[in-house]
């Protein structure tokens, strides 16, 4: 695995409450920076994918299948829920 060394400014508030998370969970302030980032990333790219599927997105087709949906299927119990 390929490192790098990237100068982060943080606020002060910013990096003693992750200072702070970082020892309750064990783990070195740079792991704990890592992990961060990642969740981010993640969850910009989950986005992104939805976006994109949603651009692509056939509304009336979808109207029409849920149209269909539980046609000829009596509610079960729990249903109403």
């Known amino acids: 695995m390929?490192?790098?060394n990237v100068a982060?400014?943080?606020q002060p508030s910013l990096l003693g409450e992750a200072?702070?998370?970082a020892g309750q969970e064990?783990?070195?302030l740079n792991q704990l920076i890592n992990v961060a980032v990642a969740e981010k990333l993640s969850?910009?790219?989950t986005d992104e994918y939805f976006r994109?599927?949603?651009a692509r997105?056939?509304?009336k087709k979808a109207k029409q299948i849920l149209k269909r949906?539980?046609?000829g299927k009596p509610p079960l119990p729990g249903d109403e829920k």
């Open 2 to 4: 390929r490192r790098s």
């Open 8 to 10: 982060l400014r943080l």
């Open 19 to 21: 200072r702070r998370l």
């Open 26 to 28: 064990g783990v070195a």
């Open 43 to 45: 969850a910009l790219r």
């Open 52 to 54: 994109e599927r949603a």
């Open 57 to 59: 997105a056939d509304i």
């Open 69 to 71: 949906a539980g046609k």
